[in-house]
């Protein structure tokens, strides 16, 4: 199967992956009604915006030649994000009882199912010999602890003393980590290396910190806000405060302060953030983690029909999307 684009490559794959899934509910059995329904509904509610299922099937291709193989993994991913971002939106204050006919306790174990459990049933039911499987768990396991470490380090930002490498902290837990762990899975599904396994597992991570940073800005161009309004100290919000002299990072951390209740302070503060000097910062960053990730992939080679559209993935993630207003 070959591919010119990753829209391509899922509008292939996308009835496979949503037949994986199916397969994964129907192994729950006739004594899990309730459960296949709750899960169900919170599938349908929580879609996911951009089809990065993908991502293991590329891995996957570049190693072998073939993305197929690793349509369980695309499948897992589907899951595992379903749940992070109910998890992440009920965290935020927003509420899980926008979930159709769900109360929000109701689709908070629904979502526990659906990252958890089920990801790990759709490992232990593939053809795979053992010590693959086992590995698959783990990084499961341990992909979900990283990922809650990062989370918390984000929640509990501390704004004043924000910086931009403990925002880089976070966002390598929170999103990187996720990444890194379904790269990793599909370089182990693949048979690679260990040596090879771990730089898939870094090119996840870098990844990953770019999605972060493109979502950031789709947050701000939306015109939700959702971070100033939850408090979240994004890597903006950190280029903004190191950039700024003693008065002006004071000014900064009371609209920050202010903006949870204020939309009138948001507006203001998002002025602040889209300053030239301070998205010059931010440009430059963003191109430093899209040149570390283009050069891991170079790094680790691998099929070349599949690493262009690899790139590509990496070359959306790296946009820049916000544009400067006047000092």
């Known amino acids: ?10 509008q292939q794959v996308s009835p496979s992956i949503e037949a994986e899934i199916e397969s994964a509910l129907e192994r729950l059995g006739p004594s899990s009604t309730a459960v296949k329904s709750a899960i169900t509904k919170l599938l349908q509610h929580q879609k996911l915006k951009h089809p990065l299922s993908v991502l293991p099937l590329l891995v996957h291709a570049i190693e072998t030649g073939t993305p197929r193989p690793a349509i369980p993994l695309s499948a897992i991913h589907v899951l595992w994000w379903t749940s992070a971002c109910y998890l992440d939106d009920l965290a935020d204050g927003q509420g899980g009882t926008k979930v159709a006919e769900l109360s929000e306790n109701e689709a908070l174990l629904a979502s526990l199912i659906t990252g958890h459990m089920l990801p790990i049933q759709v490992v232990q039911s593939q053809q795979a010999p053992e010590p693959i499987r086992s590995a698959l ?19 509990r930002g501390d704004v004043d003393r924000a910086a931009r490498a403990s925002v880089i902290t ?11 762990m379904i790269t990793a899975m599909a370089a182990i599904l693949s048979g690679a290396r260990p040596e090879k396994i771990e730089q898939w597992r870094e090119f996840g991570n870098i990844f990953g910190i770019l999605w972060q940073i493109f979502n950031d800005q789709d947050d701000i161009l939306s015109g939700r806000n959702e971070d100033l309004q939850n408090g979240t100290v994004t ?24 903006s949870r209740s204020s939309e009138q ?8 953030l889209l300053r030239p000097s301070v998205l010059s910062q931010y440009h430059k960053d963003i191109k430093r983690f899209r040149n570390e990730a283009i050069q891991t992939l170079t790094d680790i080679g691998g099929d070349e029909s599949y690493r262009p559209v690899l790139r590509e993935l990496v070359d959306l993630s790296a946009q820049m999307l916000l544009k400067p207003l006047a000092e």
């Open 1 to 10: 199967m070959s591919s010119t684009s990753y829209l391509e490559l899922h």
């Open 137 to 155: 768990t783990a990084e499961i396991t341990n992909g979900w602890i990283a990922a809650v470490e990062g989370q918390l380090d984000d929640m």
């Open 170 to 180: 976070a966002y390598r837990g929170k999103s990187g980590a996720p990444f890194g």
């Open 235 to 258: 890597y903006l919000l950190a280029c903004s405060i190191e950039d700024a002299s003693p008065r002006g990072r004071e000014t900064i951390l009371d609209l920050y302060e202010s």
């Open 265 to 272: 302070s948001r507006s203001e503060l998002t002025r602040l």
